[in-house]
């Protein structure tokens, strides 16, 4: 590769805007029909678990397609990638304003809009490599995994006020709009890569994704990643989807569950940015994982046992801010461990194993609770988990970070 001069461009933020402008729609596209589950079901005249299933297909679509988005990001690059997780959310999520009480109809839609999910967070490590010096690299991996978790906090929150001062209809109007300008925005304004490198060092030769397998499932480190991914976002899955069942039997209402949910990913957003600003001030990324993984280990056992409000509301945060801050740090990490191995094919692979946990949580879960409905056991075998990679995240070792 011939030597280009190093700069540093201002049009970066604009780019990670935009960025998450589309994100944050696509986590709301998702979310929408789960955040009012009892109008969507009258709206297309099925059941919850029908509703449910429309939440669900982004987890069960993002393990095949990761391979296929992974594989064009790192052929194509990261505006065609992501560009193409964008369009699919815009069209399809512009679409479910005609769905008219179809269900098969909106059910097509929704896995569009899920087949775009993995262009645009397999591309996440790949924007901040292209566009952010190696300083801001992770703050930038951070703020663009916030989008994800702020997109999911505001489609609970707003969708229910939509759908009850106007309509369900109107809900899928609006935000089907709000998709198709953010998709048009995304592909008209964002570039793949500044003119010249934001770092000093030299690209090298990168390894892409199917030549990249035996490089990342032969590296222990990498496979303690998946393990930590695995359970971590396997756990945060099903304590976002589990909210109602684990808290109503201990006789807590819909309002302190809500507000539990959002709490906790409020703080998942302000230990995304300070565990990420962190990592790039210090070059540190194991301890920080560890730390992560320690205090939503200690945060989920309380949890477990407190019964007043605010100290609920207090340990929500904490869990909040230990398991989802790990993220972007350790998909930095990963990076790190893995070169020459491509940003999308680590990136995309541990994103995947975290959606397979959540299936395999959620569905297997389900039946696990006591005679009352208390959903107890379920917390016990999560906090036991997240001692194991607690535990696992010392085998991490610091790779020095220039």
């Known amino acids: 590769m011939t030597y280009k001069e190093v700069q540093i461009y201002l049009m970066r933020w604009t780019i990670l805007l935009l960025f998450m402008f589309s994100n944050i729609v696509i986590q709301i596209l998702w979310i929408s029909f789960a955040a009012v589950t009892s109008s969507a079901m009258t709206f297309y005249g099925v059941d919850e678990l029908s509703i449910y299933l429309l939440s669900m297909t982004f987890m069960v679509v993002y393990i095949p397609v990761t391979f296929l988005a992974s594989w064009v990001i790192d052929k194509f690059g990261f505006k065609i990638g992501a560009g193409l997780g964008a369009l699919l959310a815009a069209i399809f999520g512009f679409l479910r304003i005609f769905t008219m009480g179809d269900f098969m109809l909106v059910l097509i839609f929704q896995i569009g809009i899920a087949i775009g999910q993995p262009f645009m967070l397999n591309s996440v490590t790949k924007l901040s490599a292209n566009w952010f010096p190696e300083s801001e690299r992770t703050t930038a991996t951070g703020i663009s995994l916030i989008s994800q978790f702020l997109g999911i906090a505001l489609g609970f929150f707003i969708t229910p006020f939509i759908v009850e001062d106007i309509s369900f209809q109107a809900m899928l109007s609006i935000y089907g709009v709000i998709a198709l300008i953010s998709g048009l925005l995304f592909i008209i304004f964002v570039k793949d890569k500044p003119p010249s490198p934001p770092s000093k060092e030299i690209s090298e030769e990168k390894v892409f994704i199917f030549a990249g397998l035996k490089k990342l499932f032969t590296n222990k480190k990498f496979l303690i990643l998946v393990i930590v991914f695995l359970i971590g976002l396997g756990v945060s899955h099903t304590i976002t989807i589990y909210i109602e069942k684990i808290f109503v039997p201990r006789g807590y209402d819909a309002i302190f569950t809500?507000?539990?949910?959002?709490?906790?990913?409020?703080?998942?957003?302000?230990?995304?940015?300070?565990?990420?600003?962190?990592?790039?001030?210090?070059?540190?990324?194991?301890?920080?994982?560890?730390?992560?993984?320690?205090?939503?280990?200690?945060?989920?056992?309380?949890?477990?046992?407190?019964?007043?409000?605010?100290?609920?509301?207090?340990?929500?945060?904490?869990?909040?801010?230990?398991?989802?801050?790990?993220?972007?740090?350790?998909?930095?990490?990963?990076?790190?461990?893995?070169?020459?191995?491509?940003?999308?094919?680590?990136?995309?692979?541990?994103?995947?194993?975290?959606?397979?946990?959540?299936?395999?949580?959620?569905?297997?879960?389900?039946?696990?609770?006591?005679?009352?409905?208390?959903?107890?056991?379920?917390?016990?075998?999560?906090?036991?988990?997240?001692?194991?990679?607690?535990?696992?995240?010392?085998?991490?070792?610091?790779?020095?970070?220039?």
């Open 258 to 402: 809500g507000i539990f949910r959002s709490i906790i990913l409020i703080g998942g957003i302000i230990g995304c940015l300070v565990m990420s600003i962190l990592s790039d001030k210090f070059k540190k990324r194991e301890i920080l994982i560890i730390l992560s993984c320690i205090i939503a280990t200690i945060s989920l056992f309380i949890i477990l046992f407190a019964y007043d409000e605010n100290l609920l509301y207090l340990f929500g945060f904490l869990f909040g801010f230990g398991l989802i801050s790990a993220a972007p740090v350790a998909l930095e990490y990963a990076i790190d461990i893995t070169s020459p191995v491509s940003e999308a094919s680590s990136n995309g692979f541990l994103l995947m194993f975290g959606q397979i946990g959540g299936v395999i949580f959620i569905l297997g879960f389900e039946g696990l609770k006591l005679l009352n409905g208390d959903y107890f056991l379920v917390l016990i075998i999560q906090s036991i988990l997240l001692i194991v990679i607690s535990i696992l995240a010392f085998f991490l070792k610091e790779k020095k970070i220039t």
